[in-house]
C-alpha cells in the first residue's frame, strides 16, 4: 500500500455531509438557524470519526445540548463552528470508549458494515478500502482515531488539532505517528 500523503484528506468517497455557506451570518441566540447550519457539520465531524451512523443522532442532539448550556459564554461568534467541533470531538472520543466497554461486554457487536460509510459514487474497491480502514480505526485506541480521522479524514490542519482534542500539539503529534503506524500496518496486512 502507498504511504498516506499527510497534507490533504484521502476519503473523500466517504459519504456524508457537506458545511453550509460559509458567507452565512447567524445571531448566536437564535438557535433553530445556528442548528440548521452547523448540524451538517457536526454530523460529518462525528460519522467520520465515529465511522457508523446509527449513534449520529444521540451525538448531535448531545453536541448541541452542551453547546446550548454554553452559548452565553462565547464571546467571539465567529468561533461557534470551532467550538462546537471541539464539543463534538470529545463526545465521539467518549462514545468509541464507551463502545469499546460495550463491545467487551458483548453488549454490541463488533462487527459492523463500514461499506455504508461511502458516498453513492464510490466505486467498489473504494468502499472496500474504508471498510478495511474503519476495522483498522477499530483497533486504535480512541483518541489516536479521533486525531488520525481529523487529519487524514477531515483534513484539519495540524496546528488547528490539539485544539479540537484538548491536548498540546506534541501530544496530538505523537497520537498521530503512532496512529499512522497502525493504519499502514493493518492495512498491509488486512
Same mark, same amino acid.
Given at each position: 500500500? *502507498?504511504?498516506?500523503?499527510?497534507?490533504?484528506?484521502?476519503?473523500?468517497?466517504?459519504?456524508?455531509? !457537506?458545511?453550509?455557506?460559509?458567507?452565512?451570518?447567524?445571531?448566536?441566540?437564535?438557535?433553530?438557524?445556528?442548528?440548521?447550519?452547523?448540524?451538517?457539520?457536526?454530523?460529518?465531524?462525528?460519522?467520520?470519526?465515529?465511522?457508523?451512523?446509527? !449513534?449520529?443522532?444521540?451525538?448531535?442532539?448531545?453536541?448541541? =445540548?452542551?453547546?446550548?448550556?454554553?452559548?452565553?459564554?462565547?464571546? !467571539?461568534?465567529? *468561533?461557534?463552528?470551532?467550538?462546537?467541533?471541539?464539543?463534538?470531538?470529545?463526545? $465521539?472520543?467518549?462514545?468509541?470508549?464507551?463502545?469499546?466497554?460495550?463491545?467487551?461486554?458483548?453488549?454490541?457487536?463488533?462487527?459492523?458494515?463500514?461499506?455504508?460509510?461511502?458516498?453513492?459514487?464510490?466505486?467498489? !474497491?473504494?468502499? $472496500?478500502?474504508? *471498510?478495511?480502514?474503519?476495522?483498522? =480505526?477499530?483497533?486504535?485506541? $480512541?483518541?489516536?482515531? $479521533?486525531?488520525?480521522?481529523?487529519?487524514?479524514?477531515?483534513?484539519?490542519?495540524?496546528?488547528?488539532?490539539?485544539?479540537?482534542?484538548?491536548?498540546?500539539?506534541?501530544?496530538?503529534?505523537?497520537?498521530?505517528?503512532?496512529?499512522?503506524? *497502525?493504519?499502514?500496518?493493518?492495512?498491509?496486512?488486512?
Amino acid at each position: 500500500m *502507498a504511504a498516506l500523503r499527510p497534507r490533504a484528506p484521502h476519503l473523500r468517497v466517504l459519504g456524508g455531509f !457537506e458545511d453550509g455557506p460559509a458567507s452565512a451570518v447567524i445571531d448566536a441566540s437564535d438557535v433553530d438557524a445556528l442548528y440548521r447550519r452547523y448540524a451538517p457539520y457536526v454530523a460529518a465531524v462525528a460519522i467520520r470519526i465515529l465511522g457508523r451512523d446509527h !449513534e449520529l443522532d444521540d451525538l448531535i442532539q448531545d453536541a448541541f =445540548l452542551n453547546a446550548l448550556r454554553g452559548l452565553r459564554d462565547l464571546r !467571539e461568534p465567529a *468561533a461557534i463552528k470551532g467550538w462546537l467541533a471541539r464539543i463534538t470531538v470529545r463526545l $465521539a472520543i467518549r462514545r468509541l470508549r464507551q463502545r469499546r466497554v460495550r463491545q467487551a461486554l458483548h453488549l454490541e457487536p463488533a462487527v459492523f458494515d463500514y461499506e455504508t460509510l461511502a458516498a453513492p459514487a464510490a466505486t467498489p !474497491e473504494q468502499r $472496500a478500502l474504508i *471498510a478495511r480502514l474503519y476495522r483498522v =480505526l477499530d483497533a486504535l485506541p $480512541a483518541a489516536d482515531r $479521533a486525531v488520525w480521522v481529523l487529519r487524514h479524514v477531515q483534513g484539519e490542519q495540524l496546528q488547528q488539532i490539539p485544539e479540537l482534542c484538548g491536548c498540546s500539539l506534541s501530544t496530538a503529534q505523537r497520537r498521530l505517528r503512532r496512529a499512522q503506524a *497502525a493504519v499502514e500496518e493493518g492495512l498491509a496486512h488486512e
